[in-house]
């Protein structure tokens, strides 16, 4: 019914600047319903029986707001589909927080592919599916995506696979943009993109940018004006020589083994015999905005030492029962050191520090120095081993600009990766 609702509200605007060219009142009433509403999950229906349900243009509605599928259809081996638009509704899911349906979806749309297509956002099974339907036509679709799609990984994992497989290319893209919720009161913000694609593109593909709309030759899957080229993951430098970036202590402690400034104070008031474990500890927010925070760092503690502070034990005590009720078996394991951070990677000497996520108004990411007294969390990429000449590459203009364009993003803000802009930068 929402469906059918807001198709009368578009040919309702559409009938008015009608009438306003030709200067005369076009009859909307009585309403009357030219669409084909099929209610249900778009990724376990077979696209192609759409064409024989009616000969008028059906609606594909699927779970899920604000996004697209349309493609129009010539005639494929002389036989003229009934349809010319296909229009769904895909959810904007992040490949994190896809739940268990939607990740058995994704395992009966890629089935049989050798991608890790589990790593990728929820609406990457729409392309496979539109690519599916069009192979030998020349049929055009579009798809308002999640902008991570473009970004990072993703990149790689779904687009390499869909060009070498099914050769789909861009025919027109609109770069990331902010998509506001049109109510007042709800503030929603999701960073989309448009990708218009097929199989048989345009000599000339249009490229709507910032700044405008560009006519350019080509546009790659990072929605650059570029050639097409694919910078994958990579679990080393691809230049020798060069040391390896690692991402800090992850703490798995539920908060327990962290500290604000406050909450430490009040802790050695109950337990002043912590003082000695109690580290300074920085996440991504504390290292850019120089906040203080702290944590109990209890890896040198002998069991004596840590059984003579019943506050701390109350505090590993919570860890414990916080790693035995996850659902992971890896984070259940991690329960029989719960006075431990759940993955430890301290440098035993200065490392260079630089934030996983960072805002896109900044030109440089913030970059720095810390000593080993600091704890990094698991929010901060650290380099244990670095020189100042690495130092001196990574904050430079030329890092930036490999930065900001191989980066995957958090919304708009930078999002940097170890395995993709790091290990692929030419040093």
Known sequence: TVAKTALWIAESQVNSLVNAILQEKRAFLPLKTSANIVEGNA????????????????????????????????????????????????????????????????????????????????????????????????????????????????????????H??????????????????????????????????????????????????????????????????????????ICKDVPMMITGNMPQDDGNLILSSEGRKEFLKREPKAQKFIRRFMGAEEFINKLPRYCLWLVDATPEELHKMPAVMEKIKAVKEFRLASTRGATRKLAETSWLFGEIRQPTGNFIVIPKTSSENRFYIPIDWLDASIIPGDALRIIPDATLYHFGVLTSRVHMAWMRATAGRLKSDYRYSNTVVYNNFVW
């Not at 349906?101 to 990457?124: E, H």
């Not at 990331?176 to 989309?192: I, R």
């Open 43 to 162: 990724l376990r229906l077979d696209w192609a029986t759409l064409q024989d349900l009616t000969p008028r243009p059906p609606l594909l509605a699927g779970e899920g707001e604000l996004s697209l599928f349309e493609g129009f259809y010539t005639k494929v081996d002389g036989t003229a589909h009934k349809y010319d638009y296909i229009m769904g509704n895909p959810p904007f899911v992040g490949s994190k927080y896809s739940s268990e349906s939607q990740k058995a979806d994704m395992d009966f749309v890629f089935k049989g592919a050798t991608i890790k297509y589990r790593a990728l956002d929820y609406v990457s099974c729409w392309y496979k599916m539109a690519l599916d339907l069009i192979k030998g036509t020349s049929a055009k679709c579009a798809l308002v995506s999640t902008n991570s799609i473009t970004q990072g990984e993703q990149v790689a994992a779904i687009f390499k696979y869909l």
């Open 164 to 237: 070498e497989h099914w050769k789909i290319e861009i025919d027109f893209a609109y770069q990331s943009f902010v998509w506001d919720s049109e109510l007042k009161d709800l503030m929603a913000h999701v960073h989309c993109v448009v990708i218009g694609f097929s199989t048989n593109p345009p000599k000339l593909r249009k490229l709507y940018t910032p700044e405008g709309l560009k006519l350019v030759e080509n546009i790659n899957f990072y929605l650059k004006p570029a050639p097409n080229f694919f910078i994958e993951a990579h679990k080393e430098p």
